[in-house]
């Protein structure tokens, strides 16, 4: 069987169209994008707790020659140790006048839900008219 010159002319020409067409189809339309993934949300995560000041248990305090020198526990009630315990003391006189108000840290780590002893912890100067001795305890 053959095929006359005119008649593969128009094959082949049909043929070109159809390609050239499906073509400029793809060309026109885009394909559809996938759809997004949602955007994360912030997770809030719960405050951590404040920790529970030291307490703070004395033991002999020794003011000879005019320096104050002593022994403590520190005590912690955290599930986590503590370090660098502050310590903010007032002196008072008789009258009960704050004579001096010094501040130390204590620079040992109180392990959790223990106690740590420091003796002979100096204190420094000792008024002469100081009377009485009290601290409270911070962390650092």
Excluded at 44 to 60: D, N
Excluded at 70 to 82: E, H, M, S
């Amino acid at each position: 069987m053959s095929i006359s010159p005119t008649r593969l002319v128009v094959i082949v020409a049909g043929l070109g169209i159809v390609a050239y067409a499906a073509k400029q189809g793809s060309e026109a339309t885009p394909p559809t994008p996938a759809p997004a993934a949602p955007a994360a949300q912030p997770v809030a995560l719960p405050p951590e707790p404040l920790p529970e000041l030291p307490g703070l248990k004395w033991g002999t305090l020794d003011r000879s020659y005019g320096v104050l020198e002593g022994d403590f526990t520190l005590t912690n009630t955290n599930k986590f140790p503590i370090k660098d315990v502050i310590l903010r003391c007032d002196i008072t006189g008789g009258s009960g006048t704050v004579i001096r108000s010094p501040t130390f840290v204590v620079y040992e780590t109180v392990p959790a839900n223990g106690k740590k002893t420091v003796r002979k912890f100096n204190f420094g100067f000792w008024p002469s008219q100081g009377k009485s001795f009290a601290c409270n305890t911070a962390l650092k």
